[in-house]
């Protein structure tokens, strides 16, 4: 039997699970139809840019460490997305 969990894993529990130990039987099986509806998308791309920001702001992201600029894009990406929500 599989073990529910009552709470969140923790990432070293997470990396600590196998294959074997994951219930699947909530997720549902993908059949011809599925295929036959599928489609293909193609991931957003990023472009290069020059952008002017603030010394305080760029310093700030660059001490959270490793992947700031991908942090960045994320908080960028997250407020044009509520510009394009529709009223």
């Not at 039997?1 to 099986?29: C, H, L, N, W």
Request: charged letters at 30%; zero cysteines.
């Amino acid at each position: 039997m599989k073990k529910r969990y009552d709470k969140p894993m923790t990432a070293a529990e997470i990396a600590a699970t196998t294959d074997r130990d994951i219930d699947f039987s909530d997720v549902p099986g993908l059949d011809d139809a599925f295929w036959r509806n599928a489609r293909l998308v193609e991931p957003d791309r990023t472009q290069s840019v020059t952008l002017r920001v603030k010394k305080s702001v760029l310093e700030t992201y660059k001490a959270q460490g490793k992947g700031y600029q991908t942090r960045m894009n994320a908080v960028l990406e997250s407020y044009a997305r509520t510009l394009t929500k529709p009223q």
